[in-house]
């Protein structure tokens, strides 16, 4: 039985017990007073000497194994290196320690059997314990001796403590958690901080070309432009100047990434005939050397040479008397933001050029402390099992935690921080499942399942307050909205110039160069999807990769896509928005009908007194705002918002509606199911096209009561008006407007369940309904 949405999907908050380090004044010190506190054992290995020999060569190929309980950590072995240095740090979470005894033994790597060579024996008791900011402990030299106790030849530099995830030495150490990763794995379990590549707007304005030689001079060419940049083509329209001297002045926009590997290649190509082109000239134009402009001011053009071929790189370039060229300005553009999200819940809003930042206003802290109940996601070794790992974004910065392997209630506790910037941002963190314990990078191999995200708005938030909830994990399915499990966040938003954040609320939410020169609707869609592929692309070069479909997730490329469930979820959006609107009506009904005559009668009185003192009608109606504000303050919401299966639409979707949503683009599915839903969507199409027409119609009545389009209608229209300016300008307005309003009002018993004239009178006007086809 499928348990109440309000019961499965809503947002609890919890009381976990934060703390460990201390605030520092510094609000970008990482304080780790977010998260709990999770003890460590960490063993750092850094060296031996006077290891004895003890293969028959008179060699050893030492390594280090650290045993504790169950657990067994291994360094990597040196071959016939008797003062091997390792620098390895190994780290044994408190929780699953089973032991009272540390072992730190030095074995020499052997074919059949590996030779024991000495070790060293720490009881956890004596162990110290160390919190940052303390100086790390130092590394002492510790004599090796025999399972026995007995001393032997050859010294270990070790250093062991008690610690947290606050050590600096947490990200990089080997977990006792992921024991059972395979050393190429160990890179993707990592805990990593990566960086979008910096995003530039490239404008391209071709104005022209001249001296054109095409092969056939019989014929009037047909030339335009092709502008490569990378993966990224685009044509200019075919010049309308059939000459040799082709004009365009057209702009083609790309997206370019620093550092600038690509030169941006321009080709001037005459269409011969259908699908057929000839190359008349091509330049290479590289991207380091291009003006930056941080407004809308003109910078200088300037004309390149085309050449019939690219010259190769190291090849001699040929002198060339006489050449065509091209007349072009290219600049860089640092006064917009490149959109990489979807407007609706973008984390940055600032232009690319940093001489245009203004000061930051605030910290934003994320403590990501744990999740329970996750989904199984895949087998292994015949066991349902979860590797799950979190990312969030905000800005430019991605963060990524550890994966905890084989775990359905994984504990992360990382904490982390953010520049802010903007209050009216938001930002997004996923948990998915690493496929990749086992190493290897395949393109066509396993993809990491996405388990859920959410969402906070900044401007959601009170400053200085620390939000501590557990957030539902949804995820639609073909089958339907699943909850994949619950992820613990605790999130602090702290201000640090509240004057700067309220002068936030007055300024233009994009930069300047959006308003002053705006890209088309086209443009930035087509932007945005090349934005989305250059930073998938340069984060999945990363180390270890932050794989594409990961990308693609957190910045919701798919969002712009066909989908009914989305539409319904609008379209009941919108009636929402308008409800309050149908409320007020519905009231107003009520005091003209005298309902509630006492209520009607009061009305009449506040509408004598706003007329006969109108300068009162403003400050009225601001007070009466007021009012409302401070009302509804008692039910000010207390919980961030959080992914609402009910006003998406989602927990009563129909099945194929969703697996229309689901379906590829362009489709594979069967032709009777395509037919099927082409016929649903003209029906759609149908009715909205009758709205549009009823509005449309209204429209055209209000233009024909002076068009004369009817005449009789017109004549009638124009002595009223004339009536109408006659009456209006000998009686007060005061006068009219409480008869007006007192017409309004009046009682049922004058009332006639008839339209009224002037209704009547705009039905009858005609409309061009009647010159369709």
């Not at 099992?385 to 990382?414: H, L, M, Q």
């Not at 520049?419 to 191999?445: A, K, M, R, S, Y």
């Not at 994949?484 to 160069?513: D, W």
Request: proline share 6%; charged share 25%.
């Amino acid at each position: 039985m499928k348990r109440p949405p309000h019961e499965d999907f809503s947002l609890k908050e919890t009381k976990p017990h934060l703390g460990g380090g201390k605030t520092t004044g510094d609000k970008l010190t990482s304080t780790y007073d977010l998260v709990e506190q999770m003890q460590y054992l960490y063993v750092r290995v850094v060296k031996a000497k006077d290891l004895p020999a003890k293969d028959v060569t008179g060699s050893c190929d030492p390594y280090v194994e650290v045993r504790m309980g169950n657990y067994k950590g291994t360094t990597r072995h040196f071959e016939k290196n008797p003062k091997p240095e390792w620098n390895q740090v190994f780290a044994f979470s408190k929780d699953r320690i089973q032991a009272s005894m540390l072992e730190v033994i030095v074995k020499d790597k052997d074919v059949l059997k590996d030779d024991f060579i000495g070790g060293v024996v720490f009881d956890l008791n004596e162990v110290p314990k160390r919190v940052p900011p303390d100086s790390p402990l130092a590394p002492q030299w510790y004599k090796l001796a025999d399972r026995k106790g007995d001393k032997l030849k050859g010294e270990l530099m070790l250093a062991v403590w008690w610690g947290t995830q606050a050590d600096e030495a947490f990200p990089e150490a080997w977990h006792s958690d992921a024991a059972t990763v395979s050393a190429d794995g160990l890179a993707n379990i990592r805990s990593k901080v990566y960086l979008s590549p910096k995003l530039w707007y490239l404008r391209v304005n071709v104005i022209e070309a001249q001296d054109l030689i095409p092969n056939d001079k019989t014929r009037f060419p047909e030339v335009y432009v092709k502008a490569t940049l990378g993966n990224q083509i685009l044509r200019t329209r075919v010049s309308s100047s059939k000459t040799i001297n082709p004009l365009w002045n057209e702009d083609l926009m790309f997206v370019a990434s620093e550092p600038f590997e690509e030169p941006l290649i321009l080709s001037v190509e005459d269409r011969v005939g259908p699908n057929k082109e000839e190359l008349l000239g091509r330049c290479g134009i590289p991207l380091q050397y291009v003006d930056r402009r941080l407004d809308h001011k003109m910078i200088n053009s300037r004309w390149f040479n085309l050449e019939k071929h690219m010259m190769v790189e190291g090849e001699k370039k040929k002198e060339v008397k006489f050449a065509s060229r091209i007349h072009m300005r290219i600049c860089l553009e640092g006064g917009y933001h490149v959109l990489d999200e979807s407007t609706h819940y973008s984390s940055d809003l600032r232009p690319t050029a940093k001489q245009l930042w203004k000061n930051s206003i605030g910290v934003l802290e994320v403590g990501i402390l744990s999740a329970n109940g996750l989904s199984p996601m895949k087998t292994k070794d015949g066991r349902a099992t979860t590797d799950a790992y979190c990312v969030a974004k905000y800005g430019n910065k991605w963060v990524r935690t550890r994966t905890i392997v084989d775990s359905f209630t994984p504990k992360w506790n990382e904490q982390y921080t953010w520049e802010v910037f903007d209050p009216c941002t938001v930002i997004t963190i996923g948990v998915f499942d690493n496929c990749h314990l086992q190493g290897g990078d395949n393109p066509g191999g396993a993809r990491d399942s996405r388990i859920g995200k959410v969402r906070i708005r900044l401007s959601t938030l009170e400053t200085d307050r620390v939000y501590t909830h557990s957030y539902p994990l949804l995820v639609l399915h073909p089958s339907g909205v699943k909850k994949m499990g619950e992820i613990h966040l605790a999130v602090r938003f702290t201000c640090s110039s509240l004057v700067n954040m309220m002068h936030m609320y007055s300024q233009p939410l994009l930069p300047k160069m959006h308003y002053v020169h705006p890209l088309t609707v086209s443009q930035l869609d087509s932007l945005r999807h090349q934005a989305t592929q250059i930073v998938s692309m340069r984060l999945g070069r990363a180390e270890p990769p932050l794989r594409k479909e990961i990308v693609e997730y957190m910045l919701d490329v798919g969002s712009h896509m066909w989908s009914m469930r989305r539409s319904k979820a609008n379209f009941l959006r919108i009636m929402s928005v308008l409800g309050g609107l149908i409320a007020m009506g519905k009231w107003f009904d009520q005091i003209c009908s005298w309902k509630n005559p006492i209520t009607t009668v009061l009305i009449h009185i506040l509408f004598l007194i706003l007329i006969l003192y109108p300068e009162l009608i403003l400050p009225t109606v601001f007070l009466y705002m007021f009012l409302i504000g401070i009302w509804y303050y008692r039910w000010k919401p207390r919980n961030p918002p959080h992914m609402d299966t009910r006003l998406s639409c989602a927990d009563n979707a129909h099945p194929d509606e969703l697996d229309e949503e689901f379906d590829t683009f362009p489709t594979n599915r069967p032709p009777d199911v395509i037919r099927m839903r082409y016929d649903r969507i003209r029906s759609i199409a149908g009715r909205m096209q009758t709205v549009i027409g009823d509005l449309a119609t209204q429209g055209e009545r209000f233009q024909s009561l002076i068009s004369w389009r009817d005449p009789r209608a017109t004549s009638l229209f124009v002595i009223f008006c004339l009536l109408a300016a006659i009456v209006l300008y000998v009686t007060p307005f005061q006068v009219i407007a409480i008869l007006m309003g007192f017409y309004v009002l009046r009682h049922p018993r004058f009332r006639r369940k008839l339209p009224s004239v002037p209704i009547n009178f705009f039905r009858r006007l005609p409309a061009r309904t009647d010159c369709m086809l």
